[in-house]
């Protein structure tokens, strides 16, 4: 098997689009030292049992590669919770993988279309839902996927070769991958298989509404700006 070449990375001005339906855990925006985090975890859990399903997995991200500070609790959510009901382009589920576009165009279509395939699958009646917009400064050294022959893992729907190949790079410590967004063609995103690719602190900016009108994804509303845009395509 061929592996993708390398490439530097420097995105000062990265985006990313989650859910705000989860509350932060704020364990990760302590001072303590990251090795001290599954002790205190552990302590916090004997007298408030969810605090550990909040935290999550400790063990999916090494000592060596935890962020902890103002705003690392966003980070680390992302890779501390996983679920084989939630796998993505590159990850088959058992580990967490931070997801970002280097525009806002990137992470509002391919969050859009995720969305609405959920929907679709729940055959839920027209309803807004709410997500805020993440900026954060984030690279490494990626294995590069904008080349000519990478166009196996960048399928629209079949994830079976980019899962396999983000398994064997993440097996072997590699920090993640760039490639060109699958929903929004001009730009290009970046999945990154540990925190601290992610530097601190993320900035969140935009609050939006994805509108379901009960097919499809049909608008998005900006708070601040007080106004619905048609969905991009």
Same mark, same amino acid.
């Given at each position: 098997?061929?592996?993708?070449?390398?490439? +530097?990375?420097?995105?000062? *001005?990265?985006?990313?689009?989650?859910?705000?339906?989860?509350?932060?855990?704020?364990?990760? +925006? *302590?001072?303590?030292?990251?090795?001290?985090?599954?002790?205190?975890?552990?302590? +916090?859990?004997?007298?408030?049992? &969810?605090?550990?399903?909040?935290?999550? *997995?400790?063990?999916?991200?090494?000592?060596?590669?935890?962020?902890?500070?103002?705003?690392?609790?966003?980070?680390?959510?992302?890779?501390?919770?996983?679920?084989?009901?939630?796998?993505?382009?590159?990850?088959?589920?058992?580990?967490?993988?931070? @997801?970002?576009?280097?525009?806002?165009?990137?992470?509002?279509?391919?969050?859009?279309?995720?969305?609405?395939?959920?929907? &679709? &699958?729940?055959?839920?009646?027209?309803?807004?839902?709410?997500?805020? +917009?993440?900026?954060?400064?984030?690279?490494?050294?990626?294995?590069?996927? &904008?080349?000519?022959?990478?166009?196996?893992?960048?399928?629209? %729907? *079949? @994830?079976?070769?980019?899962? !396999?190949?983000?398994?064997? =790079?993440?097996?072997? !410590?590699?920090?993640?991958?760039?490639?060109?967004?699958?929903?929004?063609?001009?730009?290009?995103?970046?999945?990154?298989?540990?925190?601290?690719?992610?530097?601190?602190?993320?900035?969140?900016?935009?609050?939006? =509404?994805?509108?379901?009108?009960?097919?499809?994804?049909?608008?998005?509303?900006?708070?601040?700006? %007080?106004?619905?845009?048609?969905?991009?395509?």
């Amino acid at each position: 098997m061929v592996t993708p070449p390398f490439a +530097e990375i420097d995105w000062p *001005d990265s985006h990313r689009i989650i859910r705000s339906i989860y509350p932060p855990v704020w364990l990760f +925006e *302590d001072i303590a030292d990251p090795a001290d985090w599954a002790l205190i975890a552990s302590a +916090e859990a004997k007298t408030n049992p &969810r605090v550990r399903d909040e935290i999550g *997995d400790l063990t999916l991200v090494p000592v060596t590669r935890r962020v902890a500070g103002p705003g690392a609790s966003i980070v680390m959510g992302a890779f501390t919770h996983c679920s084989a009901d939630r796998r993505s382009r590159f990850s088959d589920g058992t580990y967490g993988v931070w @997801y970002a576009g280097d525009r806002f165009d990137v992470a509002l279509t391919e969050t859009i279309y995720h969305h609405e395939r959920f929907m &679709r &699958r729940t055959s839920e009646a027209p309803v807004d839902s709410q997500f805020r +917009e993440l900026k954060a400064h984030v690279g490494g050294k990626l294995r590069d996927l &904008r080349q000519p022959g990478s166009k196996k893992y960048l399928k629209p %729907d *079949d @994830y079976a070769a980019s899962q !396999g190949i983000a398994k064997r =790079l993440r097996n072997a !410590g590699e920090d993640g991958v760039v490639y060109p967004s699958v929903r929004w063609t001009a730009g290009q995103a970046v999945a990154l298989f540990w925190p601290d690719r992610v530097r601190l602190p993320v900035i969140q900016a935009r609050h939006l =509404l994805y509108h379901w009108d009960g097919k499809a994804v049909s608008r998005y509303f900006v708070y601040g700006e %007080d106004r619905w845009y048609p969905r991009l395509s």
